[in-house]
């Protein structure tokens, strides 16, 4: 389920008040709304919550919204397998399914990493194939990696496109008093 403006009302206020230098417009908020607002709300508590004890007072100017989803980038990346129990979940898989069935991992990136490699070639190899075990590492801490960097791209696109063209969703009034108010005062 993506985020409610309330949700996100909350977590930036929460954000605004430990950063008190930070400051925010009508626009900003509709920009960084726009910005986060797919994200499920539990990685975006996690990501302003992490925003609020680790970084340093935020400085004035800041892309709000591409912080956040920077910082939730960098959560669900850490969160991520090591290839050791990337490839244990492979050899799982090849347990419970073999070759002719279809895999299901818990990780996107086991899975692009398989596709890489293909199903069929990693099930009918010897289990204790060392060279591919070693191919599969690579490959998954390169699709890792990659994903790592879409997502870094991602950010700075969308600080660039803020940055130079803000775009403005219409929130009702009702919906972001609170927030708008605390920062007037």
């Not at 309330?6 to 709304?33: C, M, R, T």
């Not at 726009?34 to 892309?63: E, Q, W």
Request: aromatic share 8%.
């Amino acid at each position: 389920m993506s985020l409610s403006k309330q949700q996100f009302v909350d977590g930036v206020g929460v954000i605004l008040q430990s950063n008190p230098g930070l400051q925010s417009n009508k626009e900003s908020l509709h920009a960084w709304y726009h910005i986060v607002s797919d994200m499920p709300h539990d990685l975006f508590a996690a990501a302003v919550f992490d925003i609020c004890r680790n970084l340093p007072k935020t400085a004035y100017g800041i892309n709000l919204g591409a912080l956040i989803r920077e910082r939730a980038s960098a959560l669900a990346l850490n969160n991520a397998f090591s290839a050791e129990e990337a490839w244990g979940e492979v050899l799982d898989q090849i347990r419970r399914v073999g070759s002719y069935g279809v895999p299901s991992f818990s990780d996107e990136a086991i899975t692009l990493a398989v596709q890489d490699i293909g199903w069929k070639n990693i099930c009918l190899s010897d289990a204790g194939d060392s060279a591919l075990r070693a191919h599969f590492y690579r490959t998954y801490e390169k699709v890792r990696t990659s994903k790592t960097n879409q997502a870094m791209r991602t950010a700075d696109f969308l600080k660039k496109l803020v940055a130079n063209k803000p775009h403005v969703l219409n929130f009702p009034e009702s919906e972001s008093p609170k927030l708008l108010n605390a920062k007037a005062k």
